[in-house]
């Protein structure tokens, strides 16, 4: 099992790139994060999101290969990880949210 991260700018962003995802290759969207910038409270800064997939190492790399070009095109695309076989506690930290909850549905 593979975990894909994309980090871009814009909730409405890291919707298009999930469908992108989701439509791509065979992954499962896992969650949609919110990333807090560690100067957030002193400048203006636009919101990051991360969108987290995870599948078959091929699915995973073909999936997130879509979603950067995607976010590439609308210049919102920050970066990027692929981890190829991730461990158990991995896979349940990559399902948390900032929220604190444990499930995207």
């Known amino acids: 099992m593979a975990l894909g991260m994309i980090e871009v700018y814009g909730f409405a962003t890291s919707i298009v790139v999930a469908d992108k995802m989701a ?3 065979d992954v499962e ?3 949609i994060d919110k990333n807090k910038p560690a100067n957030a409270e002193s400048v203006e800064v636009p919101l990051v999101m991360v969108v987290k997939c995870e599948g ?3 699915a995973v790399e073909a999936a997130v290969e879509a979603g950067i070009a995607e976010a590439k095109e ?3 695309y920050i970066t990027s990880k692929i981890i190829s076989r991730q461990s158990e506690d991995m896979e349940w930290f ?3 949210t900032a929220t604190g909850k444990d499930k995207l549905r």
């Open 23 to 25: 439509k791509t290759a």
């Open 29 to 31: 969207i896992v969650a």
């Open 56 to 58: 078959d190492v091929a």
């Open 74 to 76: 609308r210049n919102l």
């Open 94 to 96: 990559a399902h948390m």
